[in-house]
C-alpha cells in the first residue's frame, strides 16, 4: 500500500493566524509534541522572516529528531541562504522555496515577467540544492495560474533539483473535481514528474480545504500540508487531524496509509488550542468537545448497545478514553493527575506540578469530579505568564433592588491605586475602565470575549475566559481562570493589557466605531454590540450587553472577592 507523507505547517502557516504570536519556547514544545505524533516533516518557520523565527527554526532544528525539519524561503538569495543556516544542525533538513506563479501576482505584486519569474525559482532551487538533498518548491497561487505554465516551471524546478512539489490553493479557490483534475494534469504534462514527490497546501476560504486534499490524494498526490486544528491565515489551512483520520478511517477507499501515531491526536489538538488562545470549536470533527458525544435518545440506545452503531471512530484511537472524558476525584493521586495532564498535552516541571496538584485537591474537594475542562481551565490559571504591571486587589459587587454596583482597586508596578466605583453597569465593564485609568486605553478595542465552562458546571466549576483586544492593529490575548466568571473575565483582561505593557507597540489614535463582543457560556452564544468615539466605552458596553443576561441577572448578593496574585 503506498505512503501519504504528512507535512505540519502549524509554526508556519498556523502561526500567521491573526492573533496568534508564538514565542521559541512554544514553538518547540509544539515541535516536540508534533514529532511524537509522527508526522513526516515539520515546516518550522520562515527564518528570513525575523531573528525571532531564525532562531526558533534553528533551535527546533537542532533539539527534535525523527523527522524533516522545513524552513520556508522566497526565492531569492538571502532568503535560502539564512533558511539554511537555520535548517543546518538538522537531523534532515528541508529547504522549501515559493514565487507566485498567477498572473495577477507576477504582474501585480512582483512585477516581473513569467520569464524572470522561470528563472528565479530554477535559479533558487539550483542554489538550495547545494546546500541540501532535500529541496521543495510551490508555485504559489497555482490554482489561479496557466496551467500550462505551471507544467513549465515544475519541469525547470525539478531539473534544477526539486525532489517535492507542492501545489497550493493558496486562496481556497479550488473544487474537489476540479483540483483532483489539476494534480492528474501535472502527472501527464509535466514530463520529468516521477523525479519528485506531488504535494498538496489547501486554505479553507470556501471550506473545502479538506476535501480538496483529499480528492488530491486519489488523484495521485502523495503528500499533504496543514495545520492541526485547521488553524492559519483568513479561514485557515486544511485540518490534518480531519486528513489522518480520513485516510485511516476509509483505507478502504483511499488505499493509501499514513506513519502518523493517531492516538497524539488530541493531545497536540489540545496543546495548539492552548498555547495559541484558539479554542477549538464544539462541533468539529474529530477533535471537538462534541465529537463523541450523542445527545439523542435514539443515537442513545444504539451507542450503548454497540458503538459502532453511530461512531465509525472509536476516540481511544485519537487519544481519548472510552466517552471522551476521564473523571478524576479528590481520591485520585498525582501520578493520575499527572498523567492526564499529558494526555492533555501539558509537560509541568516539578515545581508547576507541586502547585497545579494543590489546586487540583483544593477544586476536587469542593466539586467532587474534576473533569478535562476543569485541568484546563487550572493549567490556563498556572501557565498564564506574570505580568507584575498591575494587581487585582479588590473585586466587589453587590445587587441592591436589582441595580449591581461594582468596586475594582487595582494597584500599579509604583504602588500607584486606582479604585473605581461603577453602579448599574456589568463586573467586567468596571474591571476594564479602571484598568485603562491605570494604564491608559484611549485607543484600545475588546474584539473578541469568549468565556468557557466545564459540559456540566457548578458553582465550583471554573471558567476559561479568553479575551482578544486590539491596540493599533497589533492583538493581544490575555487569559484567565477562576469559579467565578466575574474574576476570571478580570484576570483574562488584565493579563492582555499586561502584555500590552510589557511589549508595547507605536502609539496612534484608533479610529472609533461599532464593538462587537462574542461569548460563549457552556455552547450558549451570546452577542453584544454598541458604538461610541471612544472605543474603550464602545467595548465596555459591549461586554456589559454580552454580559447582562448571564452575570447581572445572576448576581443576588454582595460579595467581596480579595485577590492576592497580580496574575
Avoid at 253 to 268: A, C, K, L, P, S
Avoid at 292 to 317: A, C
Wanted: with cysteine; net charge negative.
Amino acid at each position: 500500500m503506498e505512503r501519504v507523507w504528512i507535512l505540519d505547517t502549524t509554526l508556519r502557516d498556523g502561526e500567521q493566524s491573526p492573533g496568534v504570536a508564538l514565542n521559541a519556547d512554544q514553538k518547540l514544545e509544539i515541535a516536540r509534541a508534533l514529532a511524537a505524533l509522527r508526522v513526516d516533516v515539520i515546516e518550522a518557520g520562515f527564518p528570513a522572516s525575523s531573528p525571532g523565527d531564525f532562531q526558533a527554526v534553528r533551535r527546533i532544528a537542532r533539539e527534535v529528531r525523527g523527522c524533516v525539519i522545513a524552513g520556508l524561503a522566497r526565492a531569492v538569495p538571502n532568503d535560502v541562504d539564512a533558511c539554511w543556516e537555520a535548517l543546518r544542525p538538522a537531523e534532515s533538513p528541508r529547504i522549501h522555496i515559493f514565487i507566485s506563479s498567477s498572473d495577477i501576482h507576477i504582474m501585480h505584486q512582483l512585477e516581473k515577467s513569467r520569464e524572470e519569474v522561470l528563472e528565479m525559482a530554477r535559479a533558487m532551487v539550483a542554489r538550495a540544492r547545494r546546500y541540501c538533498p532535500d529541496v521543495e518548491f510551490s508555485p504559489m497561487d497555482a490554482t489561479r495560474s496557466d496551467r500550462r505554465f505551471v507544467y513549465q516551471m515544475l519541469e525547470a524546478v525539478i531539473d534544477a533539483g526539486a525532489t517535492v512539489v507542492n501545489i497550493p490553493d493558496t486562496v481556497g479557490y479550488a473544487i474537489p473535481e476540479e483540483f483532483a483534475d489539476f494534480i492528474r494534469s501535472i502527472r501527464e504534462n509535466v514530463p520529468n514528474i516521477d523525479r519528485a514527490v506531488i504535494s498538496v497546501h489547501c486554505h479553507d476560504d470556501l471550506g473545502l480545504a479538506v476535501a480538496n486534499s483529499l480528492a488530491a490524494i486519489r488523484a495521485g498526490a502523495r503528500q499533504v500540508e496543514g495545520c492541526i486544528n485547521g488553524i492559519g491565515e483568513r479561514a485557515g489551512n486544511a485540518a490534518l487531524e480531519e486528513i489522518i483520520m480520513a485516510l485511516r478511517t476509509r483505507r478502504d477507499f483511499f488505499g493509501v496509509e499514513v506513519g502518523v501515531d493517531t492516538t497524539q491526536i488530541y493531545r497536540v489538538s489540545q496543546l495548539v488550542s492552548r498555547l495559541t488562545g484558539m479554542p477549538v470549536q464544539p462541533n468539529k470533527a474529530i477533535v471537538g468537545v462534541n465529537a463523541f458525544r450523542h445527545q439523542s435518545g435514539v443515537h442513545q440506545h444504539g451507542v450503548v448497545k454497540l458503538r459502532e452503531t453511530y461512531e465509525i471512530i472509536d476516540p481511544r484511537d485519537i487519544g481519548l478514553p472510552r466517552g471522551g472524558i476521564i473523571v478524576l476525584n479528590k481520591n485520585s493521586g498525582r501520578a493520575g493527575l499527572q498523567a492526564r495532564l499529558k494526555e492533555l498535552g501539558y509537560t509541568l516541571s516539578e515545581e508547576e506540578m507541586d502547585r497545579v496538584f494543590r489546586a487540583f485537591k483544593e477544586l476536587a474537594d469542593r466539586k467532587g469530579e474534576v473533569h478535562d475542562a476543569d485541568l484546563v481551565a487550572l493549567m490556563a490559571a498556572e501557565r498564564t505568564p506574570a505580568r507584575e504591571t498591575f494587581q487585582l486587589d479588590l473585586l466587589q459587587v453587590s445587587c441592591a433592588n436589582g441595580t449591581p454596583t461594582v468596586t475594582v482597586r487595582l494597584v500599579g508596578s509604583g504602588g500607584r491605586v486606582v479604585e473605581t466605583t461603577v453602579t448599574g453597569t456589568a463586573p467586567p465593564e468596571s474591571s476594564y475602565r479602571t484598568m485603562g485609568d491605570l494604564v491608559g486605553t484611549s485607543h484600545r478595542l475588546v474584539e473578541s470575549y469568549q468565556v468557557r465552562t466545564v459540559p456540566q458546571p457548578t458553582d465550583d466549576a471554573p471558567c476559561a475566559v479568553t479575551v482578544w483586544i486590539d491596540v493599533n492593529g497589533y492583538s493581544f490575548i490575555g487569559r484567565g481562570a477562576d469559579p467565578d466568571v466575574i474574576v476570571a473575565a478580570s484576570r483574562a483582561l488584565q493579563d492582555a493589557l499586561g502584555q500590552f505593557l510589557t511589549r508595547g507597540v507605536p502609539s496612534a489614535t484608533h479610529r472609533p466605531g461599532e464593538v462587537m463582543v462574542r461569548i460563549d457560556v457552556d455552547g450558549r452564544q451570546l452577542v453584544g454590540r454598541a458604538r461610541n468615539t471612544d472605543v474603550i466605552v464602545a467595548s465596555a458596553r459591549a461586554l456589559m450587553d454580552a454580559l447582562q443576561g448571564v452575570l447581572v441577572a445572576g448576581v443576588a448578593a454582595e460579595e467581596t472577592v480579595p485577590l492576592v496574585s497580580g496574575r
